[in-house]
Structures are given as structure tokens and as C-alpha cells.
């Protein structure tokens, strides 16, 4: 398995409001990106704190993971957050996501999972995990608002996940917003 990400402040800011999460432990991987609301320092600390709770939290499922970072966040300005989880034997793909975190993948077998409305650590209404197969050579992308969602990943395959990346981050980067993405080829 290989990943890229690349995470970026909004221009003249001293914080990023956008984090990253990634580990593996025990064949399994896990991958998220998180986006404080706002910029800023404050979108730091909120976004810092769902990556301490995923962290804590990193070996329940995906599901449980966001229900604890939902009950975790209260009193925080909140974050939206997408959540993967993979069996690295397996390929058991396990997602969560709660608000405008984008996630395009490319697989041997069509996947499309959602994410659902609202914000962790203020409304979430309902929410659920998909489950999932993925095989060698799939690819999937995570990213924040900051990222336009107007790329498509038929354009990068057969190519390293650091060009990948580089290149949607170059092409779609926003101005206006903290910006990351995070590519995963398994």
C-alpha cells in the first residue's frame, strides 16, 4: 500500500484548520482527513483534538470511531471528517464520513459511499458506515474543501500516488481555504 498527502494553510495563516490521520497497526490501515470548520487556529485545535480521538480510538470500527469524535468535539467550533479503514490481508474497506470531505476512488468494483450532513461535535443526525472490497491496484482519494472536486482519476492512473497528488493538488487547489488531500493506491 502507498499514500500522499498534502496539507496547506490558507494563504497567511499560521495554522492549518485541516488535519491528516494516518496509521497502521496490526495489517490494518487507517486513513482520514479531518477539516476544522473555519481557518485558523481555532479550526486547528478542533480538528487537532478529532485526530487525538481517532487515535485513542483507532482500533474500533469506523462507525464507532465517529460516534466517539461526534461526543468528543462537543463545545469545540466542530469538524467534518471522512474516516477509512482497511484490512491490509483482507481488503476489507470500512468509511465514515460526516460532511464535505470528498472521496473519489477507482476500483476493480464500483464503490459509492456517502458521507452524511453535518458537523462532529454539534449535528449529526444519522449516520452510518459502508463496508467494502478493494483489490490491488485501487486507488481513492480523500480530500478537503479546499480541493476543487473537479478532477477525475482516470487522468493519473498507472502513476505514482505523490504525482497524483501533486498534480490535483497544483491543478485544484482553492485560495480561499485550507487545502489537503490524501491519495491511497492499495
Request: aromatic fraction near 10%; glycine fraction near 4%; charged fraction near 35%.
Given at each position: 500500500m502507498k499514500y500522499s498527502v498534502i496539507c496547506e494553510a490558507l494563504p497567511g495563516e499560521t495554522k492549518c484548520g485541516d488535519v491528516f490521520f494516518i496509521d497502521r497497526f496490526d495489517k490494518t490501515a487507517i486513513f482520514a482527513v479531518i477539516d476544522g470548520l473555519g481557518h485558523g487556529v481555532n479550526a486547528f485545535e478542533a480538528a487537532s483534538k478529532c485526530k487525538n480521538i481517532i487515535d485513542v480510538n483507532k482500533e474500533k470500527c469506523v462507525k464507532d470511531i465517529i460516534m466517539c469524535c461526534h461526543q468528543g468535539l462537543k463545545g469545540t467550533r466542530g469538524v467534518v471528517a471522512a474516516i477509512v479503514k482497511i484490512d491490509e490481508d483482507s481488503g476489507l474497506f470500512d468509511f465514515g464520513g460526516v460532511g464535505n470531505i470528498g472521496f473519489y476512488a477507482k476500483t476493480k468494483k464500483p464503490v459509492k459511499p456517502i458521507s452524511f450532513s453535518g458537523v462532529l461535535g454539534h449535528n449529526l443526525r444519522k449516520f452510518m458506515s459502508f463496508r467494502f472490497n478493494i483489490y490491488k491496484?485501487?486507488?481513492?482519494?480523500?480530500?478537503?474543501?479546499?480541493?476543487?472536486?473537479?478532477?477525475?482519476?482516470?487522468?493519473?492512473?498507472?502513476?505514482?500516488?505523490?504525482?497524483?497528488?501533486?498534480?490535483?493538488?497544483?491543478?485544484?487547489?482553492?485560495?480561499?481555504?485550507?487545502?489537503?488531500?490524501?491519495?491511497?493506491?492499495?
Open positions: 491496484e485501487d486507488i481513492f482519494v480523500l480530500f478537503s474543501d479546499g480541493i476543487s472536486c473537479r478532477f477525475d482519476l482516470e487522468d493519473n492512473l498507472g502513476k505514482d500516488v505523490e504525482i497524483v497528488a501533486k498534480e490535483i493538488f497544483t491543478k485544484q487547489r482553492k485560495l480561499n481555504d485550507d487545502a489537503t488531500i490524501l491519495v491511497v493506491r492499495y
